[in-house]
C-alpha cells in the first residue's frame, strides 16, 4: 500500500506542492532573516514529496515563537486548505488514504518548527 500510494500521491500532488515548497524556501532562504522558515520549507517539500509511511512527530514547545509566527502567516493557511481537502476526500471511500495522509501533512503545516518527520 505504501509504494503504490506514494506513487499516486507523487503524480497528482507530490510533484506539484513539493516543488512548490521548495521554491519558496529558497526565495526564503534569500533573505538572511528568513533562512529558517526557508529551512522548515524544505521540510515540508520532503514531506509532501512522498508522504505515506512518514510519521511526523509535533513538538510546538521547543521553538514557541517561530511556531506562532509561522503559523499566524503561513501556517493557519495551508493547514486549514489540507484539512478541508482530507475531510473532502474522506467522504469517498477510494480516497480516505490520501485524506489521511493530508490531515498529517496539515499537522506538520501547522507547526513545523522543532518536528520531525520520522
Known amino acids: ?21 521548495f521554491i519558496a524556501g529558497v526565495i526564503l ?15 515540508l517539500a520532503r514531506l509532501m514529496m512522498m508522504p505515506f509511511g512518514k510519521k511526523v512527530d509535533c513538538n510546538f514547545t521547543s521553538h514557541p515563537i517561530a511556531n506562532t509566527l509561522w503559523a499566524i502567516f503561513v501556517g493557519w493557511y495551508t493547514a486549514a486548505l489540507d484539512a478541508l481537502a482530507g475531510v473532502l476526500l ?11 495522509q493530508l490531515f ?15
Open 1 to 21: 500500500m505504501r509504494l503504490i500510494g506514494n506513487i499516486i500521491w507523487f503524480i497528482f500532488i507530490g510533484l506539484w506542492t513539493s516543488i512548490a515548497y
Open 29 to 43: 532562504c534569500c533573505t538572511i532573516v528568513l533562512i529558517p522558515f526557508g529551512l522548515q520549507s524544505f521540510k
Open 90 to 100: 474522506c467522504i469517498t471511500v477510494i480516497g480516505i488514504p490520501i485524506g489521511l
Open 104 to 118: 498529517k501533512v496539515a499537522k506538520l503545516m501547522l507547526f513545523p518548527f522543532g518536528s520531525k518527520i520520522l
